[in-house]
Each structure stands twice: as C-alpha cells, then as structure tokens.
T-cell receptor, first 117, second 114 residues
Framework: DVKVTQSSRYLVKRTGEKVFLECVQD?????MFWYRQDPGLGLRLIYF???????EKGDIPEGYSVSREKKERFSLILESASTNQTSMYLC????????????????FGPGTRLTVL | AQSVTQLDSQVPVFEEAPVELRCNYS??????LFWYVQYPNQGLQLLLK??????LVKGINGFEAEFNKSQTSFHLRKPSVHISDTAEYFC????????????FGKGTRLSVIA
C-alpha cells in the first residue's frame, strides 16, 4: 500500500514564526502536492512538484514556499505564520505521466491541523 | 478556468435510505473522474474512479457513480446508506492535458441519521 505520512497531526504556532510541514511518501512517486482545506472552500492547491528540486505554484501560493531536495520528501514552509493560515494541510502524491493511466490517482496523507495564534 | 461543482454542501439522509451526491464539471473534453471520501480527522481516500470504458463505475463500500459526458456530470450514488457513511465526499477531475493536478469540488457533507 502507498503510504503518505505527515510529520504532525496537530501543530500550534505563534504569529510570525517560521513553520515547516513535512510530507514523506514511500512509493517512489514523482509527483507531490500540498493543499489546504477550509470549511466551505474544499481543497485548494498551494504548490506541487513533479521532480526533485522542481516546484510549481498552485492556486494559492502566497505566504508559502516549498522544498523538494529528495524524491520522497516535500516540505511546505510558512516563512512568517499568520492567523489566516490556520487550516488543515493535506499532502498527496501520485505516479508520473509516463506511468500511463495510473498517474491520475492521488494518494493523501492524514493531514496536519495547524493553528496560528 | 476549469471547475468542479458539487451542488449540495450538506446532505442529511436517514439510515437505509438511498442517496445521490451530485458533481458537475466545466468542460466536456477528455477527463478522468474521481470521488474521494474523508472521515473525521483523516485524510482523503479514494472511493472510485472513471478512467475509460463502462460509464457506470463501482467503488468501495457499495458506492457507484455514472459518467455522463453530455451532461458533464459524475454523480455518486448508494442504494442504502449506513451510519458509518457519515463523512465528507469530494469529487475531483483531471483534464487530460498532461501531468496536471486534480481539480477538486468544494465537498458535500453527508450526514446519516439513525
């Protein structure tokens, strides 16, 4: 089974702190994604990556950055946390385009519920 | 821009009654379609997917969905729900335009009442 793990289930930080959310997948997936989930807004894509050291902006990248130094790990960084970044953060991974139809399905981690005070 | 619409944000239903959760998407070009379920305090897990072939797709936990190309819809159905089906359900679409992420609807919260 594909496993996507996230470093924390719950996290509480103060305004202005630098926050790192870590995501690791164990199935050698090329593609990795970060979403935030808010009530009534569904899942919104923050950043994604198709390869090591590669990143692309999603729909709401402002206030966030990412790092992908190793294939299995994709980190989301909040340079200076703000209260409006209080949310559930979900990481996902998928196979690459070259794998055929199997690349479409995304596998999700359990989520990190971040509270910024 | 491509979009996915889940018409109902909340659906209450009595136990053992049938349910349909609606999903429409914006473009009729080649698509791949997914339904995910999220139980409280968990991540998303795949319920079912349509990639090609038969337009009626069966998934886990007795759910099924039908791809309707002309209506650009992919509605999720279950003939008899259980309390354990209480969860949030997300429809997602991948337009067949390369290595692009899924686009998600805003979700439908299904509440099953005893």
């Amino acid at each position: 089974d594909v496993k996507v793990t996230q470093s924390s289930r719950y996290l509480v930080k103060r305004t202005g702190e630098k926050v790192f959310l870590e995501c690791v997948q164990d199935m050698d997936h090329e593609n990795m994604f970060w979403y935030r989930q808010d009530p009534g807004l569904g899942l919104r894509l923050i950043y994604f990556s198709y390869d090591v050291k590669m990143k692309e902006k999603g729909d709401i990248p402002e206030g966030y950055s990412v790092s992908r130094e190793k294939k299995e790990r994709f980190s989301l960084i909040l340079e200076s946390a703000s209260t409006n970044q209080t949310s559930m953060y979900l990481c996902a991974s998928s196979l690459p385009l070259a794998s055929g139809l199997g690349h479409n399905e995304q596998f999700f981690g359990p989520g990190t519920r971040l509270t910024v005070l | 821009a491509q979009s996915v619409t889940q018409l109902d944000s909340q659906v209450p239903v009595f136990e053992e009654a049938p349910v349909e959760l609606r999903c429409n998407y914006s473009s009729s070009v080649s698509v791949y379609l997914f339904w995910y379920v999220q139980y409280p305090n968990q991540g998303l897990q795949l319920l079912l997917k349509y990639l090609s072939g038969s337009t009626l797709v069966k998934g886990i936990n007795g759910f099924e969905a039908e791809f309707n190309k002309s209506q650009t819809s992919f509605h999720l159905r279950k003939p008899s729900v259980h309390i354990s089906d209480t969860a949030e359900y997300f429809c997602a679409v991948k337009w067949n335009s390369g290595n692009t992420p899924l686009v998600f609807g805003k979700g439908t919260r299904l509440s099953v009442i005893a």
